[in-house]
């Protein structure tokens, strides 16, 4: 039997943090929120995106500087607190018995390396219910683009949602992820961090229930980035519909009709696709053994997250 010493519950701390710290590395290796968002250091409560709206381009220099208006959105994004914890008896800690909670403390890392990409899928699930900077829904068919750079004159209405009248299947998405801003952000206030509770004299939980608690804490939320650089479609996954939504997104342009150059390079898809998603862009051949004109036209990202 272990005798419970200060120095005992010190190594055992150190012994979960690097449990911890490792799954958490190994995990976090292996997500996709980092290909599809942008990542924006957070130092205070929440952060303000008022320059999302637009940036101008390049002009040669005739004269004097011609200073234009970046456009204020407004779009706020606020950071959120995340925990997960666990308990350990403490005679599991007398009776050497801690070989049960490794797998436990490795889970918990790999959960919080995790975690963004399972706010990211929900974000972009729910694209077509939740507002980005423009007052739109993140995916919706009637987003304003004004013909001055300036964001006046009367809007015409681009659409980044193709849902078909009838009978919609499940939605597929086409993004953008080559620029600096990608499609999502995620903003991380705090990382997760590995916290222990084992001192009877400040632990209730140890004085009280006889238990040593264990937890991780965050801070971080995720937001919208340019609606310009994402597309999501209820139309069968093939290479025809693909093709409508590459065109679309290519045609994209600015206030004041400047094209953006946007060239989609990711497509993503729910478990349920997966197949379609494949023969759609990884496959050489087509049926009949026609080439296939979208082959690796770009590249594919399955998300479980995105199931129904």
Known sequence: MAIITASLLEALRTGFKKTFEDAYASMKATTFYTDVATIVPSTTASETYGWLGDFP????????????????????????????????????????????????????????????????????KNGNANECYDGQYFFDTDH??????????TAATVSNYD??????????????????????????????????????RTSDAV???????????????VGYGFWQCAYASRQPLNSDNLDAAMQ?????????GRP??????LLVVPPALRSAANKTVEVMLGDGG???????????????????
């Open 163 to 200: 849902v078909p009248g009838t009978s919609p299947g499940t939605t597929w998405y086409l993004l953008d992820t080559s620029r600096p801003l990608k499609p999502f952000i995620f903003q991380e206030r705090k990382r997760p961090e590995f916290e222990a509770k084992t001192d009877p």
């Open 248 to 256: 679309a997104m290519m045609e994209f342009t600015a206030d004041g």
């Open 57 to 124: 381009d390049l002009r040669e220099w005739v004269g004097d500087r011609v200073i234009k208006d970046m456009k204020e959105s407004g779009y706020q994004v606020l950071n959120k607190e995340w925990e997960s914890t666990v308990g350990v008896k403490r005679p599991q800690i007398e009776d050497d018995n801690l070989g049960i909670y490794t797998p436990m403390v490795q889970s918990m890392g790999q959960s919080a390396a995790r975690h963004p990409d399972i706010l990211i899928a929900e974000l972009i």
């Open 260 to 265: 953006l150059g946007i060239m989609p390079n």
């Open 207 to 221: 004085f009280t229930s006889n238990q040593f608690q264990y937890g991780v804490y965050a801070r971080h939320n």
């Open 144 to 153: 304003p683009v004004y013909p001055n750079h300036d964001g006046t004159g």
């Open 290 to 308: 026609a080439s296939n004109p979208n082959y690796k036209a770009v590249d594919v990202k399955v998300i479980p997250w995105l199931a129904a």
